[in-house]
Each structure stands twice: as structure tokens, then as C-alpha cells.
């Protein structure tokens, strides 16, 4: 049974940074590639960055150039560095393996 927790998430500034965490149960993580997700009150949820298990990386058209996803397969975990946070970045996210397995949410929240 796979688990996925994050952490790191809270609150900051327009223009600060948050680096979140996802750890994850389980024998399969280096094997798989890994998302984050976010969503918004009143929005859909929204794909955010992919890595595969290569290392190979994707990204929503919104966070280019600001986020970068990232894994370390020695300690099960997955990344996300967000870079001069925006307002609109506020939302729930969410990590997610192999597009099966969620976890709990994060809350980011980014005042102006």
C-alpha cells in the first residue's frame, strides 16, 4: 500500500518562496513518475509539475521559469521548490504517484 504525505506548505509573501515535500511509502517510487497538483476554491484541480522516473521534468505554463520539481529516490521523496510566489499560486497541492496514489494536500497561501 503506497502512502504520500506532504509537507511544507504555508503562509508568505508576494514574491516568496516555499519548498514542499512529499514522502512516500512503498518499494516502487524510483520506478514511477511523480506529480504535484494543485487546486484552487472553486477550481478544478490542476497539474502542476511531472518528473519521471528518469528525471525527465514538465510543467503548467503558469509556474515555468518560477517552480522546479525534483526527486531524491534514496529517501522516497519528491520536491517542489516555488519561486516568486504569486497570489493566483494559492491553492491545495498535491502530491501524486503514478496518477493513482494522492496525498492529503498542503495548504500554500500567498498574500499580496
Known amino acids: 500500500q503506497v502512502q504520500l504525505v506532504e509537507s511544507g506548505g504555508g503562509l508568505v509573501q508576494a514574491g516568496g518562496s516555499l519548498n514542499l515535500s512529499c514522502a512516500a511509502s512503498?518499494?516502487?517510487?524510483?520506478?514511477?513518475?511523480m506529480r504535484w497538483y494543485r487546486q484552487a476554491p472553486g477550481k478544478q484541480r490542476e497539474m502542476v509539475a511531472t518528473?519521471?522516473?528518469?528525471?525527465?521534468?514538465n510543467y503548467a505554463d503558469s509556474v515555468k521559469g518560477r517552480f522546479t520539481i525534483s526527486r531524491d529516490n534514496a529517501k522516497n521523496t519528491v520536491y517542489l521548490q516555488m519561486n516568486s510566489l504569486k497570489p493566483e499560486d494559492t491553492a491545495v497541492y498535491y502530491c501524486?504517484?503514478?496518477?493513482?496514489?494522492w496525498g492529503q494536500g498542503t495548504q500554500v497561501t500567498v498574500s499580496s
Open positions: 501524486n504517484m503514478r496518477g493513482t496514489f
Open positions: 512503498g518499494s516502487i517510487f524510483g520506478s514511477v513518475s
Open positions: 518528473i519521471t522516473s528518469v528525471g525527465s521534468t
